[in-house]
């Protein structure tokens, strides 16, 4: 019974490259939630999807990030042209959706910008 | 806006010394509360919930924790802690009606001596 999977782990990139962050949600899930959280604080709620569809996104840059839950495969967390600031362990988490409140986190992908 | 409050930001015990790690929110309406903690490499895992009705609630490894209403809190509490314990805790909060998103609170590092 595999859980909420992340990949890669760790991702380095050099300012001005794209990040791109998978997220497999627990098999029967069909919601996905990201999260990222900065040095020395707390998750803070980024973005909220279900099967390609946008439900919230009211915790997302304005500019360079974005994020899809196609209908086939993992979603994506897009970071375009990186700065420093961008630095931070990303989380994804995934519900069925007749709880969505009740959330199953993976293991995070920690993105140092360089 | 909501937000979630952590009091402690670190907090260092001996083991079998009690333990009570303080959260309050900033929501009027109905909520729900989660306590998730985060071991050392791993990822965030569920401690406890509380969606309605008795608000002490028990979650695992010997946790629990305390819905008051009035006061806006829901402090984690475990009478004896193990030098397992160690790991960083947060509170986090869904507002009904929002999405399902959670608040997280800054979370608390806890620390226990053998």
């Known amino acids: 019974n595999a859980g909420v999977m992340q990949n890669p782990r760790h991702l380095v990139r050099r300012r001005g490259q794209e990040a791109r962050l998978r997220c497999s949600p627990m098999?029967?899930?069909?919601?996905v939630y990201w999260y990222r959280q900065l040095p020395e604080e707390g998750l803070k709620f980024m973005v909220y999807l279900q099967k390609e569809n946008i439900i919230d996104e009211s915790g997302m840059p304005k500019e360079r990030f974005s994020a899809e839950f196609p209908k086939e495969g993992p979603s994506i967390l897009r970071i375009q042209q990186v700065v420093r600031g961008d630095s931070a362990a990303y989380f994804c988490?995934?519900?069925?959706?007749?709880?969505?409140?009740?959330?199953?986190f993976g293991p995070g992908t920690r993105l140092t910008v360089t | 806006a909501q937000s979630v409050s952590q009091h402690n930001h670190h907090v260092i015990l001996s083991e079998a010394a009690s333990l009570e790690l303080g959260c309050n929110y900033s929501y009027g309406g109905t909520v729900n509360l989660f306590w998730y903690v985060q071991y050392p490499g791993q990822h965030l895992q569920l401690l406890l919930k509380y969606f309605s009705g008795d608000p002490l609630v028990k979650g695992i490894k010997g946790f629990e924790a305390e819905f008051i209403k009035s006061k806006f809190s829901f402090n984690l509490r475990k009478p004896s802690v193990q030098w397992s314990d160690t790991a960083e805790y947060f509170c986090a909060v869904n507002a009904m009606g929002n999405t399902g998103k959670l608040i997280f609170g800054q979370g608390t590092t806890l620390q226990v001596k053998p």
């Open positions: 988490a995934s519900s069925d959706g007749t709880a969505s409140y009740e959330q199953y």
């Open positions: 098999k029967g899930h069909s919601h």
